[in-house]
């Protein structure tokens, strides 16, 4: 079964994400069109990638993720196709497969499937469609373009380390208004190392007792877990973390252990 899935930052309001789907149906009327989100800020790389980083395990081996973001055409602006995990990913080579993999990919090809470039004005549709159809039929990265070795990078902002304090920010808001920070679970247990903690943000607020799940604090209570992206969340069970504690992208978080408590 051919699967394509669609990450954009395209919305619902305008006519860009029907083209697409509709390029793609066209030159593969069996495909299965899965949509990430199409709501990513528009431009928003760090976003994107953050999004799809955390969904596309979940799909099949073969799935082919198309990659909408920041895909405007400009003359040097490389378009690639990218094999890593045994899935394939499209898109413009602007920092997001960086921000994406965490070890080189497997193979990486320029697209080459370039017509006429005086009508070339949604590559979405010109190049990415091609190319995301051809890899869902089975075909092969080098039959739509050149071995290239190098991806553009990008860099996520990294927590800060300091003996027994790490201080980190919000990189995502979901739907829900919980509010995700760059601190995987991995960091935060190594520096823990079973000794108690405080989680400090805005407004003085403070949390000092990791959740399993959302209902472990009574409806309205605020939280803190490491959910599915296995990122500390800030969490209000039933209620808007982002808007009722004041956090947003960008603001700084900090977690001070209390010493002489390790294991």
Not at 231 to 247: C, D, F, P, V, Y
């Amino acid at each position: 079964m051919a699967i394509i899935t669609l990450t954009t930052d395209l919305g619902y309001k305008d006519f860009y994400q029907a083209a697409l789907k509709g390029s793609l149906l066209s030159l593969l009327p069996a495909a299965n069109i899965v949509d990430i989100t199409h709501d990513i800020s528009a431009f928003n790389i760090a976003q994107a990638a953050f999004v799809l980083k955390n969904a596309y395990p979940y799909f099949p081996k073969g799935t082919v993720h198309l990659i909408g973001i920041d895909s405007v055409y400009h003359k040097d602006t490389r378009y690639l196709a990218v094999k890593f995990r045994d899935h394939y990913f499209v898109g413009s080579d602007n920092g997001i497969f960086s921000l994406l993999f965490d070890q080189s990919a497997e193979e990486i090809v320029e697209l080459h499937i370039m017509q006429d470039l005086k009508f070339l004005h949604f590559p979405l549709t010109d190049i990415f469609a091609k190319a995301a159809t051809h890899l869902a039929k089975g075909g092969k990265l080098k039959d739509i373009g050149l071995q290239v070795n190098e991806l553009e990078e990008k860099m996520n902002l990294q927590p800060v380390i300091e003996r027994d304090i790490i201080r980190g920010s919000v990189i995502y808001v979901d739907s829900f208004q919980n509010v995700i920070t760059n601190i995987t679970k991995d960091l935060f247990s190594r520096i823990q190392r079973n000794r108690d903690f405080a989680l400090y943000f805005r407004r003085n607020e403070s949390i000092s007792k990791l959740s399993w799940h959302y209902n472990e604090v009574p409806e309205g209570e605020k939280l803190c877990l490491f959910g599915i992206s296995n990122h500390l969340e800030i969490a209000i069970n039933k209620g808007n973390a982002s808007g009722l504690l004041g956090l947003n992208l960008g603001d700084i978080v900090r977690i001070e252990f209390y010493p002489g408590m390790a294991v």
